[in-house]
């Protein structure tokens, strides 16, 4: 049995990603900063040697960006499949947890996350079902399982400030055991992309 970790992307397609930084940067740049964020996740994901890295895509893994990265830094390219973020993240989940012990899916806009971060939501699966990594904004970064269930998933108002507090919800109802990590912040808004000079990614 074998652990996983998951990145979740989608393509750096200009127009298509970070469109709440398009007044800021304009479509090419929201679309390249996109990429560099996907870059850094990746190599911290690599880095750590905790497990085997998988590369989930979207609208599909063609993108030059991504057939590259699994080039360059041996990544496994999946598909997400259809439907709201909740089902897509059960279903790479489900497709993790099928064959192996423990699996953690992070999305690619939180450059703060570190190799320690990703150690310490695997270590907390020792002992719990689910890990999360708390956001800023009231959202997560990471979430890791050696357990699932579409209640954990299911209504879940995505993107909005409520979403940490109702996971926290599912998690009391379902009766399991939790771990979280330090609170981070992620790259939404014009004024998250002041702080990335400071990770030099300015």
Known sequence: MADRLLVFARAPVPGAVKTRLVPTLGPEGAADLHARLLERTLQTACATALAPV????????????????????????????EGDLGRRMLAALESALADGDRALLVGCDCPALTADDLAEAFA???????????AEDGGYVLVGA?????????????????????????????????????????????????????????
């Open 124 to 134: 907390a699966l020792a002992d719990h079902d689910v890990v999360l990594g708390p």
């Open 54 to 81: 998988e590369l989930w895509c979207t609208p599909d893994t063609a993108h030059p960006a991504f057939t590259a990265a699994s080039t360059r830094l041996d990544v496994k390219l999946r598909a997400q499949p």
């Open 146 to 202: 050696r357990r699932v269930s579409p209640v954990l998933f299911d209504g879940i108002e995505w993107g909005g400030p409520r979403v940490l507090h109702q996971t926290r919800g599912r998690l009391v109802a379902l009766g399991w055991r939790w771990h979280e990590l330090r609170t981070l912040w992620d790259v939404d808004r014009p004024e998250d992309v002041e702080r990335l000079a400071e990770l030099g990614l300015g």
